[in-house]
């Protein structure tokens, strides 16, 4: 079966077969017991079986390094494919898969999860939550899946719609269910993998450009029953708060603030927890909307948005906290991983959590005091003058990065100096290996109010990304605005008037970079393995699985897979045989739906594999190249006015350029300028009546109107004539009517 006609399927089934979300559901387990059996005692010694991969990360600390030495410097360029298995999707990949007592569990496309002979990659046993197609309208960066938690037996997942599966270790059965989503109405989704806390299972929630409230909630590990709940801003003002630390977070924000916009800090990713210390660290995203003029009036430091968190795991409430970036305006959540070590720091040694966010900066805390110990930029940075000496506390740069009424250049990009792609830390050189992009965007706000749209983006800003790609900003925009775009000086001061991508190694203690190497595509940002015998691995985007020199960063071994690479590779062992798996397919951010046309996902197509490689394997099996483009379709005529199209160019960069950029014919959605005419005619029935739903295509009919889709509508025809004339020149030098 084809890829495409098995994610219609798999929709279309989703559709009749549907669970309901507001229970826990109980299934016959057919337990297996000896599978999955991962408990604290085992997780503490994970250096004592280097065979097993027992975290998203390893070990507890979730450091992304093994102390596996059999694939070395010395015979690294004998790697070849020992196996691979086909998820038969084409979204996005981003999941570490993990592997203990020779089974690999790992998930997939909105929640799926495999589990796998981890020595032939025979399937065991799949599971598909049945996600509905619709729920892809609140997801802002793919319909991605960070991964699973396995314990004592079971395998918990989160699916995009938000429900918390427990899944037996052996058959796949589900043991419970549970919703993790206070309000549908909202733009909630799950795409980070839960974290094993305790005796609970924690999950949160993505949805920072829509219109949710962030929070974490705690699940039994047993039977799913919620044990407590932390919200990371604080809600309406006129009922009381849920729990004590939400007063203090009130104090930060203007009373009038916008609350109904929900004033985003979701926790879509980036926890760990420290089993010595009962201490869950989780990270919180961006405040909504954007631009803090608009969402907390008198300002505040917003808490607690883009911050780190310890929270207990018993009780549910926090022990510390710091906030990375007071009155966020510039998307730098900090979601990104992080890694508990201990390092010897002043010739002590210190149990400590490292971050490296977007916002720029490396920190390394106290983990049990919360307390800074160091922190440096490892970007250029310009919207903070530095961090105050005593308390660490980011002294914003509001003359250079504020950009209500002005545009202005920002760095870090919005895109981030590190994002959700994992580092790794090597015990055995000390050094983190960080996958890094430096690079500025230019921010400005247009819209003198806003007003909710329920479940859908609120996040208002425009953004244009230095040498990278344009998001649509609002048509028609204010002269005032159009002057200032054009201000020559407006980028006078920027490192790079373009991005660019590295992978970093950098020394934690010293905070300061050891060596640097330059990546070929502006998006290779892909997740870090790091392995004993002196070795880091790291995928790209032309397919690519790159082995460096962890001393110096020397490149010593490439493999073409065919496939591009995002997530973070891992390594394992059976027998005497060692392992080295990644799984292989490109999304999330603005690689989401438009893979870049140098990368292996445009040429060969986004089919989602795990790949696995050893010592004396073969060449890897690639993907069919795709077939030359079509020459774009004839449109049909335009009789629409210009403002009637100019109106729908605005409606189209409001609610669907965010899957549509219409900038590439090989993305995961199609480029709406290359319609046939059957679509054409059936556009309506597309957009407001969700004739392809099963396919993904969400319905739009609670938002817009029949007038809206056909502006819409005539915008697409407009910019299909563009597209079509110029292609029409170039074969023939003639310009076709209209």
């Known amino acids: 079966m084809k890829t495409s006609a098995r994610i219609a399927a798999g929709l279309l089934l ?3 077969l549907a669970v309901a979300c507001d229970s826990r559901t109980t299934h016959s387990p057919g337990t297996t017991p000896s599978a999955g059996q991962i408990d604290r005692a085992r997780l503490l010694a994970a250096n004592s079986e280097p065979q097993s991969w027992l975290t998203a990360g390893r070990d507890f600390g979730k450091s992304h390094y093994s102390p596996l030495t059999q694939i070395n410097k010395d015979n690294v360029r004998s790697v070849g494919f020992a196996w691979e298995y086909q998820t038969h999707t084409n979204r996005g990949l981003q999941a570490t898969p993990i592997v203990v007592d020779g089974v690999m569990y790992t998930s997939g496309v909105a929640g799926r999860v495999y589990a796998l002979d981890a020595a032939t990659g ?6 598909d939550p049945q996600v509905d197609g619709q729920v892809s309208r609140k997801a802002c960066c793919d319909i991605v899946n960070r991964g699973v938690a396995v314990w004592r037996g079971k395998v918990y997942v989160a699916a995009l719609d938000g429900r918390l599966f427990a899944l037996d270790a052996g058959s796949g059965a589900i043991l419970w269910q549970t919703d993790t989503v206070i309000d549908h109405a909202r733009g909630y989704t799950s795409t980070g993998a839960p974290e094993i806390a305790g005796s609970n299972i924690v999950i949160g929630n993505a949805g920072g450009e829509y219109d949710a409230r962030g929070y974490i909630s705690a699940y039994n590990l047993d039977d799913g029953s919620l044990s407590w709940r932390f919200f990371t801003v604080p809600g309406d003002p006129r009922k009381p708060f849920e729990h004590p630390e939400l007063e203090l977070a009130a104090r930060t924000w203007d009373p009038a603030s916008r609350w109904e916009l929900g004033l985003g800090a979701p926790v879509w990713d980036g926890m760990v927890y420290d089993p010595a210390l009962d201490l869950l660290y989780i990270a919180t995203g961006n405040a909504l909307p954007w631009s803090q003029g608009k969402r907390s009036p008198a300002g505040g430091d917003n808490l607690f948005a883009c911050s780190v968190l310890a929270i207990n795991a018993t009780t549910g409430r926090m022990a510390w906290y710091y906030q990375e970036v007071p009155a966020d305006q510039w998307d730098y959540d900090s979601n990104a991983p992080m890694i508990l070590a201990d390092l010897t720091i002043g010739g002590q040694k210190r149990a400590v959590l490292m971050h490296a966010p977007k916002n720029g900066f490396f920190y390394v805390f106290d983990r049990k005091t919360g307390e800074v110990i160091s922190a440096k930029n490892f970007v250029p940075v310009n919207w903070t003058k530095g961090l105050d000496p005593k308390t660490f506390k980011p002294i914003i740069d509001r003359e250079a990065v504020d950009y209500a009424g002005t545009p202005k250049a920002v760095y870090p ?9 994992p580092m ?4 055995q050189t000390g050094l983190v290996y960080l996958p890094v992009t430096e690079g500025a965007n230019i921010l400005f706000d ?10 859908l983006t609120n996040s208002v800003t425009s953004s244009i990304a230095l040498g990278a790609f344009r998001s649509m900003p609002p048509a028609n925009l204010p002269a005032r605005i159009k002057t200032a775009l054009a201000a020559p000086d407006l980028t006078r001061n920027v490192p790079h008037k373009g991005l660019r991508s590295y992978l970093d190694a950098w020394d934690p203690v010293r905070q300061q970079r050891v060596w640097r190497v330059e990546m070929a595509n502006l998006f290779d940002r892909g997740g870090v393995l790091a392995v004993g015998s002196g070795l880091v691995a790291q995928g790209n985007m032309a397919g690519l699985l790159n082995f460096h020199d962890a001393t110096n960063g020397a490149l010593l071994h490439s493999i073409d897979t065919g496939s591009s690479i995002v997530a973070a590779p891992m390594t394992y062992s059976i027998g005497t045989e060692q392992y080295l798996a990644v799984m292989a397919s490109v999304g999330g951010g603005p690689l989401s739906f438009n893979p870049p046309p140098d990368s292996a996902a445009f040429k060969r197509g986004n089919l989602g594999r795990v790949l696995v490689f050893k010592l004396g394997g073969g060449e890897t099996p690639k993907p069919a190249l795709l077939p030359p483009v079509a020459p774009t379709p004839q449109p049909p005529p335009l009789s629409a006015s210009a403002d009637e199209i100019a109106r729908g160019a605005s409606l189209f960069a409001q609610n669907c350029s965010r ?4 900038v590439s014919t090989r993305g995961s959605t199609p480029d709406l300028r290359r319609m046939s005419a059957a679509t054409h005619a059936a556009f309506e029935q597309i957009v407001l009546k969700g004739a392809l739903r099963p396919r993904g295509m969400p319905q739009w009919d609670d938002v817009l109107s029949e007038s809206d889709t056909q502006a819409i509508h005539a915008h697409l025809i407009s910019l299909g004539w563009e597209a079509f004339r110029q292609e029409s020149e170039q074969r023939s030098g003639t310009s076709p009517a209209r």
Do not use: M, Q, V
């Open 446 to 455: 247009a819209t003198d109010r806003i007003e909710r749209r329920p479940a």
């Open 424 to 427: 790794a830390y090597s015990t």
């Open 122 to 127: 025979k399937e065991l046993w799949s599971f």
């Open 14 to 16: 989703a559709l009749l």
């Open 659 to 662: 899957c549509h950029a219409n």
């Open 413 to 421: 990009w919005g895109g981030g100096a590190h994002g959700w792609a």
